[in-house]
Structures are given as C-alpha cells and as structure tokens.
C-alpha cells in the first residue's frame, strides 16, 4: 500500500471521494490477504504511506467494520482486520447453501436462456483458470458465477439476503487460490472444478431438484477443500503469522 497505489486508483475514478477510494484499497488488501486476518490497522501508518491525512482513512475504516470487514476487541484498542477461521467459514457457508441452493432450484425452473448462457460461459472460463493457477480469472469467474445465479432466481429476499453475505464471502473466496499448491494433491480440487459446469448442466436440464444437489454438493467441496489444506484445525493460521505490518 503507497502513494502510487492510491493514484492509480484515484486515475481510474477521478471523481470519487477520497474516503471511498481508501476504502476500496483497504477491502481489496483484505480480501486477498495482502493485510492479513486479525492484523492491526494503524491508521497513521496508512495515512503516511498513502500520503493524506487521518481523516478518509478512519472513515474508510468505519466502513468496513460496517460491513464485517474490520472489528474492534473487548479490552484492546484500535481496529482488526476480522478473522478468518474454519469454525467461521462453516457458519458463513451454512447461511450461503440455504440460500443458494434454493436460487439454484429457482432458476432451472425460472432463469432466462441469456442468463443461462452467462452462467454458461463463466463456468467454463472458471473450469480453465484453476489449472493456470490464474489468480485474477478466478476472481472474475467464480463469485460472479454464483452471484449470477442468485441475481436470477427471481426472489427478492433470497438476493437481499444474498447481498448481505457477499462482503463475507468475497473475503474467504478471495483466499481460495490461496490454497493452490501446484506441488501438493489435494483431493477435493478436481470436484470444486467441475462442479460449476455441473450446476449449469442441471439448470439447462430444468430439474430443480437435481440444481439443488449440484449446488449442496458443491458448497461442502469448496469447504472440504479449505479444510483438507491443514490438519491442524486452522487452514488459515499461515496467514496470520506476522500479520500486523499496518502497525
């Protein structure tokens, strides 16, 4: 994070207010862990290597503890990157299978053919990028395949509630490729990356019931493979080690 960053950004949104292009840093570090879970944020240290002031770096602050990005601890000071763990990511995926199993199941039954083409090509774009290791094509195919899908269920409630896990999910999914090790086999991969197609494959077919299996058995895989990366009841502890370089 650096002056040169933030003038990028700023290059890209000219008109945008300070606080919100700081925020937009700050969640972007975050969610690819480029500022580790549970780090703690300086804010002087952020305003002097951005080169401004406090002032949008606490408000930007304040927006993401909003949004679960960043909390504050009983009996210590300052702001905290919110932790990542296993326990955490099991309860945020339970509320994620409720929801997007039923879009799933909506949509073989209500989704538009140009809807289901869009769905169609990111999935295989996803099932190509994992093999690459291609860290970007995964952030641009995975979450908006998923989103895609609950955006066309057709349920207003279902997509509100959607909405508001999304913060959350785009942190752990940010992790995934993470996991990728070229030289280590993990057994779940090659499931995580066919399941998408498969999805598709049962909404093509309009069988919502066989959507909404596709779509279960793939959520569990997403989780299996996080957990199969450490047996030490935290995958993501190697994140964590050294974390607070904000201080």
Known sequence: MNREKLESYLEKNPFAKLSDVVTQILYDEIVVLDIPPSSKLNINQIA????????????AINRLQAIGFVETRPRTSGFYVTDMNMRDMIDL?????A??????????????????AQMDGLATEFKKAVPKLDGIRLKETDMPFHKLIVDSCGNKYLIRSYNELLPNLKMYQ???????????TNPWSSQVVHQHVA???????????????????????????VAYCDDKGDPFAIFKRGGDKNK
């Open 174 to 184: 940010g992790s995934w490729t993470k996991f990728i090790n070229p030289g280590t």
């Open 48 to 59: 002097t290597d951005l080169g401004i002031s406090r002032t949008p770096v606490v408000e």
């Open 93 to 97: 995926y339970d509320a994620r299978t």
């Open 99 to 116: 929801i997007e199993c039923e879009a799933a199941a909506l949509c073989a039954e209500n989704a538009s053919a140009e809807a289901i």
């Open 199 to 225: 999805i598709v494959s049962s909404i093509k077919l309009h069988i919502p019931a066989l959507a909404r299996q596709c779509m279960a058995d793939h959520i569990q895989s997403s989780l299996n493979f």
